[in-house]
């Protein structure tokens, strides 16, 4: 595996440093498979982190684009477009939310979801200060998502950030109960950490969060950009747990890789807000909507939703037996196609091991192998990405013990 010199050399001089990349350099993409500039192919088990849901050049979705890049590409919200409101009616139909705002990645969907909850309470004339968060949240780094990030090296250089930001442990119910009040604003829970390892919520953690949001009346902001939208053979994990949240954040999947959020919100919060209080140039443009309209009639009309269902307990039943052959595995953590499995050490040499064998996965939270396939793969493929891991994790064990 090599990066070309002019591609890094340039990167070198000109990119901001913030990323550490992998050293391949991708230029085309078909299904589940990508290909480096030197024609060697890989299996995606990682999907630009959930983002290219239907794989990559996805014919109804290629053809969408090129369709409205000949039309038109965008407006602002200055005016009206046929758009957004076809794209709205159907996430309202799944989320049972009534109302959308759209914008461009998670992080500006949960900053918008921030700012709402505190429109909320403005208008009701009590305002609330307070958030809480959980340990090993992940929510983006905009000021606002990422005061309500867990993981201190992405606060603490930034600091101030926004105050009244309590961060509770996920495995205690009790923490949660005390630490929601009449002076929070809002709880906010990704109903499966991403970031933070693939860490399902437990059920008794999602009551005592449904129990504190009614008893206090604190606004549930649910962050889906990383578990929703099919990913885990559900519109929304949030519903597998009962939760009922007054506001989502959702990006990733919804694109397919054409950057677009969207925070939704109940009838009550939504009408808490009125002109001027938000607003992006450039969400919910035509080209942002046309792509969201092909995903969602895919998951919903196409069937995408029960294919999720399918392929993603074959993975489950997959890394389970894998998981129970490998000594360095823990334990394997996640539903449908958003899994994690926890290694006893670091994972970064899994994931190299990975990809000189041709799979891309990623590590996170240290210890954990990431797999976000795209939702449109294939039982075969499934069987390939798990076979090849398999062989990666044997790879790493036999240094280990060489
Ligand atoms: C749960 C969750 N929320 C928010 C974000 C931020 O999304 P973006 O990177 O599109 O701003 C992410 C990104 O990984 C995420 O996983």
Redesign the pocket.
């Known amino acids: 595996m090599s990066v070309a010199e002019d591609v890094q050399s340039l990167e070198s001089r000109y990119i901001l440093q913030l990323y550490r990349r992998t050293p391949i350099v991708l230029t085309e993409g078909r299904g589940v498979v990508l290909r480096d500039q030197d024609g060697r192919e890989y299996l995606d088990f990682i999907s630009g982190?959930?983002v290219t849901s239907l794989g990559h050049g996805h014919p109804a979705l290629v053809a969408a684009i090129a369709d409205q890049a000949q039309t038109l590409l965008h407006t602002s919200n200055l005016y009206f477009h046929p758009l957004q409101g076809q794209v709205a009616e159907r996430l309202a139909a799944l989320s049972g939310l009534p109302r959308t705002f759209f914008c461009n990645?998670?992080?500006?969907?949960?900053e918008a979801c921030v700012k709402f909850a505190r429109r909320y309470w403005f208008s009701q004339g009590t305002p609330r200060p307070g958030f809480v968060a959980l340990a090993h949240?992940?929510?983006?780094?905009?000021c606002g998502?990422v005061s309500l990030t867990w993981n201190e090296h992405y606060r603490q250089p930034f600091e101030p950030l926004l105050p009244g930001v309590t961060f509770v442990d996920p495995d205690d119910p009790d923490a949660l109960l005390a630490a929601v009040s009449e002076s929070t604003a809002a709880v906010i829970v990704?109903a499966i950490?991403?970031?933070g390892g693939v860490r399902p919520l437990s059920p008794a953690f999602a009551r005592a969060v449904g129990d504190a949001c009614r008893r206090t009346g604190a606004l549930l902001m649910a962050?889906?950009?990383?578990?929703g939208l099919g990913r885990t053979g559900h519109p929304f994990a949030y519903a597998t747990l009962g939760l009922e949240p007054d506001l989502v954040?959702v990006?990733?999947a919804l694109g397919g890789g054409v950057?677009v959020?969207a925070a939704l919100a109940s009838e009550a919060v939504g009408g808490a807000l009125t002109y001027g209080d938000h607003g992006s140039t450039y969400g919910g443009n035509l080209l942002a909507c046309r792509a969201a309209l092909v995903f969602l009639q895919e998951l919903v009309d196409g069937g995408l939703l029960a294919h999720v269902g399918r392929v993603g307990a074959r993975l489950t039943a997959a890394l389970d037996a894998l998981a129970a052959r490998r000594p360095s595995v823990v334990t394997r953590r996640g539903a449908g196609l958003m899994q994690g499995l926890e290694l006893r050490t670091d994972a970064a040499p899994v994931v190299e091991a990975a990809l000189r064998r041709g799979l891309l996965v990623n590590r996170t939270a240290q210890t954990v192998v990431r797999l976000l396939p795209p939702l449109t793969i294939a039982d075969a493929d499934i069987d390939r990405g798990v076979a090849l891991l398999e062989e990666a994790i044997a790879d790493v064990e036999k240094e280990r013990t060489a």
């Open positions: 982190i959930g990645s998670g992080a500006e969907a949960v949240s992940f929510h983006g780094r905009t998502a990704e950490q991403g970031e962050d889906e950009v990383q578990c954040a990006g990733k950057p959020g």
